[in-house]
């Protein structure tokens, strides 16, 4: 199991370097599909915290970042720290862009 999972969220942050994230819906999707996982458990935490650090990387997330995919990635992270990751509040998706 630990390898699908490893396996299946190195695919979406593969795809997604390969250009696949290009715009808000892509991102949405994207945020969507990593909560439908941890929602599952079908990824650990660790993994989907290495899809999240990936997309706050990427050059145009602050234009593609609404309301909506903010609300998504700011519950992605909490689940993340209440799964026992310790690790602090991005200011991109807690405090003013």
Do not use: C, H
Not at 21 to 36: C, G, P, Y
Not at 53 to 63: D, F, R
Not at 79 to 84: P, S, T
């Amino acid at each position: 199991k630990t390898t699908k999972q490893a396996s299946e969220i190195s695919q979406a942050v593969m795809s997604a370097s390969a250009g696949t994230i290009s715009s808000k819906a892509d991102l949405e999707a994207f945020l969507l599909n990593v909560r439908d996982k941890m929602d599952d458990e079908s990824v650990s935490a660790v993994y989907a915290l290495a899809a999240v650090n990936y997309i706050m990387g990427l050059p145009e997330v602050y234009s593609w970042l609404s309301d909506e995919t903010k609300e998504i990635a700011r519950d992605i992270w909490l689940r993340l720290k209440l799964a026992g990751l310790q690790i602090r509040n991005p200011p991109m998706l807690f405090g003013e862009v």
